[in-house]
């Protein structure tokens, strides 16, 4: 027998069904039963939880640092442990660090920051999520324009053959890239996603036809819902094989329009931070104003929590208490490919449990 470990809750969400008083029973960190905590075998080696709420632990699939050190500034595992000990704070068991628009060099040093962190045995980051430089100038936000391009198949080989296993989703502007580049990616297995784009609703359509199932932040920084011009944000909403992040915070979008996207999208939209943190250096000078963070006067990044995300989705944006958990948790799964994984309380699921309080609070990741 392994690591035998058996935790009680009060109250459980599987993902699916809220269960009193039951069971969760692991071994190596695999659940290996859900059962009533009455049918345990007597002196059973138990953790009792209390009146805590467990449910599956959370997954942020865009976020830029913190505690003072972006990563793209300071390309190191200092600063990876830093931004998981945080996410872990917040409820997200794992999560992907992202870097915006930047030059190659910064690219293969952010890279090399997560090989290393892996390497000495680091937990809970997935890879890199590369947000830019193939982005349409016109949707940059707060993206350096003077960095942005289209590439070629060479520019891009050169970048996937350097990050191979390490970067795991590119964000673009399926405008500004060429059918074969965006073949090429998903060759590698990387996760390609439609962002900072002024795609019409057509070539929006036809990106999501070449195999693009995700959308980065829905209605920021790409072409909107128009009447006589759906956008990409029309055409999010309108096909039914694609995902999207959205950021829940208030400030990037209002919470009526997050309802609305709700309402149209169901199961395809989940929850991102896009958390970012102060910082005096590099081409992104974030400066935190009230809930959120500013570079050069532009809205640039949140100071969410998934924690904090769920809780407003919950308070809001009127998304029921289960659906919210599943936004935060199941749904970047299913982005990730690792629905079968995580994202459930289920039996061969890893053991990635979220411990909240009766308010909804992170109480500790079991």
């Not at 997954?59 to 872990?88: E, F, H, M, T, W």
């Not at 059918?179 to 795609?199: R, T």
């Not at 329009?257 to 931070?273: C, H, N, P, Q, S």
């Amino acid at each position: 027998m392994g690591d035998l470990k058996i935790f009680t809750a009060n109250r459980l969400f599987t993902g699916e069904n809220w269960l009193e008083n039951y069971a969760v029973v692991t071994e190596d960190g695999v659940i290996t039963n859900l059962l009533p905590a009455a049918e345990l075998p007597a002196g059973s080696p138990v953790e009792e939880l209390g009146n805590g709420i467990l449910v599956p632990a959370f997954i942020d699939l865009q976020i830029y640092g913190a505690d003072g050190r972006l990563l793209a500034v300071y390309p190191d595992a200092d600063s990876l442990y830093k931004l998981n000990d945080y996410c872990r704070k917040g409820g997200a068991a794992y999560c992907m660090p992202t870097v915006a628009t930047n030059t190659s060099e910064v690219f293969h040093q952010c890279i090399d920051a997560i090989r290393a962190y892996w390497q000495n045995g680091g937990g809970g980051i997935l890879g890199l999520h590369i947000e830019g430089p193939w982005i349409n100038p016109v949707k940059r936000g707060a993206h350096r324009e003077e960095l942005i391009y289209s590439p070629g198949p060479e520019q891009v080989k050169d970048l996937l053959d350097y990050g191979k296993g390490v970067i795991k989703m590119i964000t673009l502007a399926p405008e500004m890239v060429s059918k074969e580049v965006i073949l090429l990616i998903q060759s590698y297995g990387v996760i390609v996603a439609a962002g900072h784009s002024n795609a019409t609703y057509t070539e929006a359509k036809n990106s999501f036809a070449n195999g693009i199932r995700t959308v980065t932040h829905l209605y920021n920084a790409m072409s909107p819902l128009q009447h006589r011009e759906p956008g990409l944000a029309g055409a999010t909403m309108d096909d039914e094989q694609v995902m999207a992040s959205i950021i829940p915070d208030g400030f990037h979008v209002d919470y009526a329009a997050v309802r609305i996207a709700k309402k149209l999208m169901g199961e395809r939209l989940f929850a991102i931070t896009d958390a970012v943190t102060d910082t005096a250096l590099g081409y992104y000078r974030h400066e935190r104003n009230g809930d959120k963070y500013v570079a050069g006067g532009i809205l640039s990044g949140s100071a969410l929590t998934m924690n904090k995300a769920m809780q407003n989705l919950l308070q809001y944006a009127g998304v029921e208490l289960g659906e919210a958990i599943r936004m935060c948790s199941l749904y970047p799964a299913r982005v990730m490919r690792m629905e079968d994984q995580l994202g459930k309380i289920e039996k061969g699921y890893k053991a990635s449990l979220l411990l909240l309080d009766p308010a909804l609070n992170v109480i500790k990741l079991v």
